[in-house]
């Protein structure tokens, strides 16, 4: 089991996928994951400009599931570059560079008698990191950024159906900390300017909603659907929404697969 | 069969809830009135100087506002905004009504002033050889003399001509003394000016601060960051430097100066700078025009405000001296004197 840790924790892990087996503890069992997707980011951010841009672009995860006495520990990496272009007759265009790292760790609190059904309970550790050139309608350039980490309640849900399993998670950052420069970086003042956010001046969600069927015995494939959602508000407030469809495979350990 | 249907319904589900197209923000409200609101607010949030300029931005706003809500076209809009802009008396604050319009921006009295500085009269009268433009196409570089070599510097606009002021200095090797001619240069890009600067020193030096405005009331400003010249590229002068500038030397060849004027071989000539430093960002109306605020306070060593101040030479050769009549560079000439006598 150790080896298995060490192991597991070289890659972090995308499209949790859910439990097979009947006696895991958890939802799902010690695997690693890498999913490619089409995303579609949305962003209002007021230190560019009032107006939403939108744009899509492929999407890469990769993340790994572990299980650590009776507790499930889930993380996934994901990063993309879109393209984004304005909505509503606005002008300029945005190259949008993102990251994301997630950490679950939750503990289960429910399973039906042949574990078809689980729901498991806990935190999550999230940091995005967001990298955005933007050029105006006048031809000038300039470059903004948005980095937010934050923790908060999470839960994960998974059913047994269709031949594989169905599975939800979802977390809520309740304290975060924020980089949002006030103007343009400058490359005279890199350094991020950290502020502390609670749920009243930054509101979010992120989660996913998915399906997963084995196709062998060690490999699955995946299916989901993720969504995240930040609300922001300081003096120059962002909104953003991202949402990807991600098709994917989980690859689960032999010595782990039951 | 069912299993496969019921997937491919999953996976539609999925993919027709990936495509939704959500609303974060209301749409744009492109009235005069709303538009007008917008740059208002946004300045207050952006602008950097309020304090230097002793601007009363309420009440700026209550005098432009009934102008722009009584505009009766985009024209008359854009003369009131551009208006308001130059209440700030502020050079790198500007309004671009359109793509491909003129930028409307302020104008001092003493950029209405006739120019002191002739470029072609260097080049005819004083120049005695001159580096080949495919040697160095962003300026001007030749000898005024055996041992004195001269560069020209008409603007900063671009980036990385490191090499080019490399190979020149490298054509100039023989020189003992170096006139840099930043005369009317309006300025450009930051970073492309210190990189420049970097050749004339080998030793990191502070020559100024910074403010930068990160909050939205009038005084939130970054604690000063220091800003510092270091030495960059491949070939070095560090022989006497003669830095020549008049009241048109502008922001980033202003920092260009401010730079220099702290390396103890660098001797300033010529009238002071034209002061005017403010790091500008972009800003959008709902309907396409941007327009430009300062960020930053710039200060000197010594803590001094650069916007309206300038760079005072050491040498001072004031305009009223230099002849219009095209047949002399007082500047120049006093720089000469000074060469010579190995001043």
């Known amino acids: 089991m150790k080896y298995a840790v060490r192991h597991a924790l070289v890659v972090l892990a995308a499209v949790p996928a859910a439990a097979l087996a009947q006696s895991e503890p958890c939802a799902r069992p010690t695997s690693f994951d890498a999913s490619l997707g089409l995303s579609q980011s949305d962003r209002a951010d007021a230190a560019i400009n009032n107006t939403q841009y939108q744009g899509r672009g492929p999407q890469l995860s990769v993340g790994t599931a572990l299980n650590v006495r009776s507790v499930c520990v889930e993380a996934f990496a994901t990063?993309?570059?879109?393209?984004?272009?304005?909505?509503?007759?606005?002008?300029?265009?945005?190259?949008?560079?993102?990251?994301?790292?997630?950490?679950?760790?939750?503990?289960?609190?429910?399973?039906?008698?042949?574990?078809?059904?689980?729901?498991?309970?806990?935190?999550?550790?999230?940091?995005?990191?967001t990298g955005t050139k933007h050029s105006f309608g006048d031809a000038t350039t300039s470059n903004y950024r948005l980095g937010v980490g934050s923790i908060g309640p999470a839960f994960d849900a998974s059913y047994r159906a269709l031949g594989g399993r169905l599975f939800a998670t979802a977390a809520v950052p309740l304290l975060s900390v924020v980089d949002h420069p006030y103007v343009a970086a400058s490359s005279l003042d890199p350094r991020p300017g950290l502020r502390v956010a609670s749920w009243s001046s930054l509101r979010g969600?992120?989660?996913?909603?998915?399906?997963?069927?084995?196709?062998?015995?060690?490999?699955?494939?995946?299916?989901?659907?993720?969504v995240n959602g930040l609300r922001y508000d300081d003096a120059r407030p962002v909104r953003t929404l991202s949402q990807m469809l991600t098709f994917g495979f989980r690859v689960t350990r032999p010595t782990e697969h039951r | 069969m069912m299993m496969h249907r019921r997937l491919l319904l999953a996976?539609?589900?999925?993919?027709?809830?990936?495509?939704?197209?959500?609303?974060?923000?209301?749409?744009?409200?492109?009235?005069?009135?709303?538009?007008?609101?917008?740059?208002?607010?946004?300045?207050?949030?952006?602008?950097?100087?309020?304090?230097?300029?002793?601007?009363?931005?309420?009440?700026?706003?209550?005098?432009?506002?009934?102008?722009?809500?009584?505009?009766?076209?985009?024209?008359?809009?854009?003369?009131?905004?551009?208006?308001?802009?130059?209440?700030?008396?502020?050079?790198?604050?500007?309004?671009?009504?359109?793509?491909?319009?003129?930028?409307?921006?302020?104008?001092?009295?003493?950029?209405?002033?006739?120019?002191?500085?002739?470029?072609?009269?260097?080049?005819?009268?004083?120049?005695?050889?001159?580096?080949?433009?495919t040697v160095v196409p962003h300026f001007d570089a030749g000898w005024l003399a055996p041992t004195v070599a001269y560069i020209r510097f008409a603007n900063f606009v671009g980036d990385d001509w490191g090499a080019e002021l490399d190979a020149a200095l490298d054509s100039l090797q023989g020189a003992k003394q170096l006139v840099l001619d930043l005369r009317s240069n309006p300025g450009g890009n930051y970073e492309l000016?210190?990189?420049?600067?970097?050749?004339?020193?080998?030793?990191?030096?502070?020559?100024?601060?910074?403010?930068?405005?990160?909050?939205?009331?009038?005084?939130?400003?970054?604690?000063?960051?220091?800003?510092?010249?270091?030495?960059t590229g491949k070939r070095k002068f560090t022989g006497t430097i003669y830095l020549l500038t008049n009241r048109r030397v502008f922001s980033s060849a202003e920092n260009f100066v401010l730079a220099l004027h702290a390396l103890p071989n660098v001797i300033t000539?010529?009238?002071?700078?034209?002061?005017?430093?403010?790091?500008?960002?972009?800003?959008?109306?709902?309907?396409?025009?941007?327009?430009?605020?300062?960020?930053?306070?710039?200060?000197?060593?010594?803590?001094?405000?650069?916007?309206?101040?300038?760079?005072?030479?050491?040498?001072?050769?004031?305009?009223?001296?230099?002849?219009?009549?095209?047949?002399?560079?007082?500047?120049?000439?006093?720089?000469?004197?000074?060469?010579?006598?190995?001043?």
Request: charge should be negative; include cysteine.
């Open chain 2, 193 to 231: 000016a210190l990189d420049l600067a970097g050749r004339f020193t080998e030793q990191s030096r502070d020559f100024g601060y910074v403010r930068i405005r990160n909050g939205p009331k009038h005084d939130d400003l970054t604690d000063p960051i220091v800003e510092t010249l270091r030495p």
């Open chain 1, 205 to 226: 969600v992120s989660g996913q909603l998915g399906y997963e069927r084995p196709l062998s015995r060690y490999l699955t494939g995946t299916l989901a659907y993720r």
């Open chain 1, 79 to 129: 990063g993309g570059s879109h393209y984004l272009r304005p909505l509503d007759g606005g002008f300029g265009s945005e190259r949008v560079l993102d990251g994301r790292a997630d950490l679950y760790v939750l503990k289960p609190v429910a399973s039906s008698a042949n574990n078809g059904a689980t729901l498991a309970a806990g935190i999550a550790a999230q940091v995005n990191v």
């Open chain 2, 269 to 343: 000539v010529g009238d002071t700078t034209g002061g005017s430093s403010g790091r500008p960002v972009t800003r959008e109306l709902a309907n396409g025009w941007t327009y430009e605020l300062s960020t930053w306070i710039e200060y000197n060593v010594d803590h001094q405000v650069l916007e309206d101040a300038g760079v005072a030479p050491s040498i001072v050769v004031p305009r009223s001296a230099n002849g219009l009549a095209g047949k002399h560079d007082a500047v120049l000439d006093r720089v000469m004197k000074l060469a010579a006598s190995g001043g």
């Open chain 2, 11 to 133: 996976a539609v589900t999925l993919a027709a809830t990936a495509c939704a197209d959500p609303t974060l923000v209301a749409p744009p409200d492109r009235s005069y009135g709303a538009m007008f609101d917008q740059m208002w607010h946004e300045t207050d949030l952006t602008y950097s100087m309020f304090a230097v300029k002793h601007v009363n931005w309420d009440s700026v706003g209550a005098v432009y506002r009934p102008r722009a809500l009584a505009a009766q076209s985009d024209f008359a809009f854009a003369r009131v905004l551009s208006d308001m802009l130059g209440s700030l008396h502020d050079r790198h604050v500007s309004l671009t009504p359109g793509r491909g319009a003129m930028p409307m921006t302020y104008v001092a009295a003493s950029d209405l002033q006739p120019l002191d500085f002739d470029s072609t009269l260097v080049e005819r009268a004083y120049l005695t050889r001159r580096l080949s433009a």
